[in-house]
Nanobody
Framework: QLQLVESGGGLVQPGGSLRLSCAASGFTLDYYAIGWFRQAPGKEREGVSCISSSGGRTNYADSVKGRFTISRDNAKNTVYLQMNSLKPEDTAVYYC??????????????????WGQGTQVTVSS
């Protein structure tokens, strides 16, 4: 079956780094835009970043711009989220999601058909 699986979460100190991975099984990500989302305790899910199918276009939430970098390796069927200078406010469950789209990029997709189950990121001293 088609699914996305996140990995790489864990406990880090403020200022530390983590790299999250989003791997697809059952299908290729070549034609899919991928988004990263997070949900912190007591808060609604928010979009963090997204990347076009080719990797040529990316978007970031203001809260992570300059600290996080999204990238993809279609040969490995994997999308990454490099998180640097982590803050306690980044603590959340992080999800990746995919939407088939290879046309003109106008921003992050408004709808995602495929979702992972999430990986916990905790930033604490």
């Amino acid at each position: 079956q088609l699914q996305l699986v996140e990995s790489g979460g864990g406990l880090v100190q403020p200022g530390g780094s983590l790299r999250l991975s989003c791997a697809a099984s059952g299908f290729t990500l070549d034609y899919y835009a991928i988004g990263w989302f997070r949900q912190a305790p007591g808060k609604e899910r928010e979009g963090v970043s997204c990347i076009s199918s080719s990797g040529g276009r990316t978007n970031y939430a203001d809260s992570v711009k300059g600290r996080f970098t999204i990238s993809r390796d279609n040969a490995k069927n994997t999308v990454y989220l490099q998180m640097n200078s982590l803050k306690p406010e980044d603590t959340a469950v992080y999800y990746c999601a995919g939407q088939r789209y290879g046309g003109r990029w106008s921003g992050c997709p408004r709808w995602y058909d495929y979702w992972g189950q999430g990986t916990q990121v905790t930033v604490s001293s």
